[in-house]
């Protein structure tokens, strides 16, 4: 089955400053890599997601990139700001709306 | 649109008594839903992948006489915790994924369980 790995486990960063996560995945047969953001005690929160076809893919802040080949994608999150503060997952699966395989967290705390 | 909720939102339970979480699509068909467990700091999970009209697809390590899944309908998935024991406090998370369109998962808020 699909494994997923996810570093760093905590991350800090001055608010302003850049974040980057970084996943692996092993299913060569995986498609569809989505980012989730969770606040404690509550639902994750799709904040983006790429598929295989794509290489890198923006939402204002927000930057997924993806290497199919090596098998790993990141998430960066530019300018972070305290509300940035969460707990974020990646995701990987065959294709969108298939069982999702997650690392296994990032917490992130931007510090004012 | 595109409402997923769950209910109970938390539950208190004495070990070895039965527990009932439902998963309803508010405004939008599902024909799979997805039941995720999540223990405190650690990621989701996967359970078990509930199908309508068929039995659920249990993944590796998860008891299917435990952990009993109902997809009756196109907008209800219950799972039902048998013989709770500590050991199953956790927070479980259902999904569903809306049978038209993009195929996107959308995710209900979680049901806190805590087994006494």
């Known amino acids: 089955g699909e494994n997923v790995e996810q570093h760093p486990s905590t991350l800090s960063v001055q608010e302003g400053d850049s974040a980057v996560i970084k996943c692996t995945y092993s299913?060569?047969?995986?498609?569809?890599f989505p980012w989730y953001k969770q606040e404690l005690g509550k639902r994750p929160q799709l904040i983006i997601d790429?598929?295989?076809?794509?290489g890198e893919k923006k939402d204002q802040r927000i930057a997924v990139t993806l290497n199919k080949t090596a098998k790993h994608f990141s998430l960066h999150i530019t300018e972070t700001q305290p509300e940035d503060s969460a707990v974020y997952f990646c995701?990987?699966?065959?294709?969108?709306?298939?069982?999702?395989?997650f690392g296994g967290g990032t917490r992130v705390l931007v510090k004012p | 649109g595109a409402v997923v909720s769950q209910h109970p939102s938390w539950v208190i339970c004495k070990s070895g008594t039965s527990v009932k979480i439902e998963c309803r699509s508010l405004?939008?068909?599902?024909?799979?839903m997805f039941w995720y467990r999540q223990f405190p700091k650690q990621s989701l999970m996967l359970m078990a992948t509930?199908?309508?009209?068929?039995?659920?697809?249990?993944e590796q390590g998860v008891e299917k006489d435990k952990f009993l899944i109902n997809h009756a309908s196109l907008t209800l998935s219950t799972l039902t915790v048998t013989s709770a024991h500590p050991e199953d406090s956790s927070f479980y998370i259902c999904?569903?994924?809306?049978?038209?369109?993009?195929?996107?998962?959308?995710f209900g808020p979680g049901t806190r369980l805590t087994v006494l």
């Open positions: 999904s569903a994924v809306r049978s038209l369109g993009r195929n996107e998962q959308f």
């Open positions: 299913d060569s047969a995986s498609n569809y």
């Open positions: 790429i598929r295989s076809n794509v």
């Open positions: 995701a990987a699966s065959q294709a969108a709306g298939n069982k999702l395989t």
């Open positions: 405004d939008f068909q599902a024909t799979t």
């Open positions: 509930s199908n309508e009209g068929s039995k659920a697809t249990y």
